[in-house]
């Protein structure tokens, strides 16, 4: 289970180029200001991918290197 939040949470971390879980935190907690629908339809998508990429056997090489991160919170809030 932590590591189906630290990957997403990382994710958001990488929007402002920190690779850092309280980073992720607080661009999440910014969204959810701005508009909670989007945040929630974020968070279900990188929650979603990441638990397919770990759950395909991605490997966590990729999902800690970035591959998977940041693309995932804004297909997320498509």
């Known amino acids: 289970m932590k590591r189906l939040l630290d990957h997403p949470l990382r994710g958001y971390g990488q929007m402002l ?5 309280l ?3 607080c661009v999440l907690i910014g969204l959810f200001v ?4 989007a945040a929630l339809m974020s968070l279900g998508g990188a929650l979603l991918i990441s638990a397919l990429a770990l759950w ?4 966590e090489t990729g999902l ?3 591959i998977l991160r940041g ?3 804004l297909v997320g809030g498509l």
């Open 56 to 59: 395909r056997g991605k490997g």
């Open 34 to 37: 701005l508009s909670v629908e």
């Open 71 to 73: 693309n995932r919170a």
């Open 64 to 66: 800690k290197t970035g």
């Open 23 to 25: 980073t992720g935190v």
């Open 17 to 21: 180029v920190a690779n850092n879980r």
